[in-house]
């Protein structure tokens, strides 16, 4: 079924369920950063900057953060694998948090320990691994604390094996990414894994229809894909998906509750062209995944999910004087939805779900950004599967939700002349959610009489990399 969840869109936070800190989980933090020091080339984050010697402007458009440069998506393709530093320290700890304020008090607090408004938070704090493991194996590697959850578990993987080689004379890269999360391995900031605004508070109301590919099956699987990147111009990726088994999610921090229940694999794919010149870049692509869940596993019904994306991004950059990064997408998810049908959860076995997204976000001298983005939920109505409660639910039965965010930001520390380069990064800023539609209407939209705009929301947040 499609995914409910409260983050804003575009969260890069993901949802941890609660749960015991396993003493697996436990053994398996203290040994595996242990391990992989031990390779005489690990080193690390913030960024990565430490093992290529650069600063982190270099692959981020904004000093440090997830939005990548040209360099950096090459940094990333080729497995993590750039740079000559030796014995360097291969870990970092990140922590964001701020205040949420939402324009009307929720009917109940977002989370435990917190009020219905006005809230200060720490949301994540994350340690890291990252580096080149050897010569073509690299890893991007995170454990994350929920400042709500009171929860620690794994959270995005990616670890790369890649290298070049020619194809009837053409050079081409090629490689093999494993990860935890479709499209957190992607090059590009215009898919659901790395998308604008980059960070969110999950202190605040956030539309109840989401597509699979959105994070929907984010930290509970594992999956392999193939990639290659043909002349520089052509990338093409395929694999697939499995769910861990009950033990692992234990293993790893989370419970059996946190299961998305696949049934068999789920495969995933992208396609997108290229082109550069001078201080301009653009690409356009396609991505899709296809995934059958059974939400009762004594009930041999499944929903089956087929999403198909379209993105591109447009970048413009001057000397780090000046940088504009545009980045669209459009979602459609074919539903369909035998298993809620029979078991009473909806009122047609099918449905459907569209999310269009556009941001643009120009930097300043590394320091300051200011950025906008819009964005479009619809799908078909079902008052079964959408049905009213306060502030989740719909009164009309529709998932069509639309609005926009504004972002202002400043990195006082993160640069090349920065104090303490590259370990010490902080990033500040203040972020706006408006409302036009939620759930479905504008007012009165969840039968309980509260309109769209009372979900409109401030978050004025840090985020330190250190």
């Not at 430490?50 to 440090?64: V, Y």
């Not at 590009?188 to 590919?213: D, H, K, M, Q």
């Not at 990338?235 to 293993?251: H, I, P, T, V």
């Not at 539903?335 to 078991?343: D, E, H, I, R, V």
Request: hydrophobic share 40%; proline share 5%; glycine share 10%.
């Amino acid at each position: 079924m499609t995914r409910l969840r409260l983050p804003t869109p575009g969260s890069t936070i993901q949802p941890v369920q609660p749960a015991c800190f396993s003493a697996a989980w436990t053994l398996a933090l203290l040994l595996v950063p242990l391990a992989l020091a031990s390779f005489k080339d690990a080193t690390a984050i913030p960024s990565f900057a430490r093992q290529t010697g650069m600063p982190c402007s270099q692959c981020h458009t904004l000093s440090f953060g997830p939005a990548l440069t040209a360099y950096g998506r090459q940094f990333k393709l080729n497995g993590y694998t750039y740079g000559d530093a030796d014995g360097q320290m291969p870990l970092a700890i990140m922590v964001q948090g701020g205040f949420s304020h939402v324009s009307e008090p929720l009917p109940e607090p977002a989370a435990r320990r917190f009020s219905t408004n006005d809230n200060v938070s720490v949301d994540q704090v994350s340690l890291f691994f990252g580096g080149r493991i050897s010569e073509h194996l690299g890893a991007f590697s995170q454990v994350t604390y929920s400042g709500e959850d009171r929860h620690t578990s794994w959270d995005n993987l990616d670890v790369r094996y890649a290298r070049a080689v020619k194809f009837a004379g053409t050079d081409a890269i090629v490689g093999i990414s494993i990860n935890n999360n479709p499209t957190v391995q992607d090059l590009w900031n215009s898919t659901p894994g790395w998308g604008f605004p980059y960070i969110s508070s999950p202190l605040v109301p956030g539309p109840a229809a989401a597509t699979l590919i959105e994070g929907g099956l984010a930290q509970t699987v594992l999956g392999a894909t193939a990639y290659t990147m043909i002349h520089e111009h052509l990338y093409l990726e395929a694999g697939f998906y499995r769910d861990l088994s009950d033990r692992w999610l234990r293993n790893v921090g989370l419970t059996a509750d946190a299961s998305s229940h696949v049934n068999g694999v789920a495969p995933y794919w992208r396609a997108a062209l290229q082109f550069g010149a001078n201080a301009q870049y653009f690409s356009a692509g396609v991505f899709g995944l296809q995934a059958k869940l059974q939400p009762d596993t004594t009930v041999p019904d499944t929903n089956r999910y087929t999403d198909l994306g379209f993105d591109a991004t447009y970048q413009y950059t001057d000397d780090g004087q000046h940088g504009l990064t545009v980045n669209a997408s459009y979602i459609h998810e074919n539903q369909s939805l035998g298993a809620t049908f029979n078991a009473g959860g909806a009122a047609a076995a099918s449905n459907h779900l569209n999310v269009l997204r556009l941001d643009a976000s120009f930097v300043y001298r590394q320091t300051w950004s200011a950025g906008a983005g819009v964005f479009d939920i619809s799908g078909g109505a079902d008052q079964t599967f959408y049905a009213s409660a306060p502030l989740s639910g719909s009164n009309n039965g529709s998932p069509d939700t639309r609005g926009y965010q504004l972002q202002l930001e400043c990195v006082p520390f993160g640069k090349l002349t920065s104090f303490g380069r590259p370990w010490v990064n902080i990033r500040l800023g203040v972020q706006y959610t408006g409302y036009l539609r939620f759930n479905g209407g504008s007012s009165n939209y969840d039968g309980s009489g509260r309109s769209a705009s009372q979900n409109n929301s401030v978050f004025l947040f840090y985020w330190m990399a250190l």
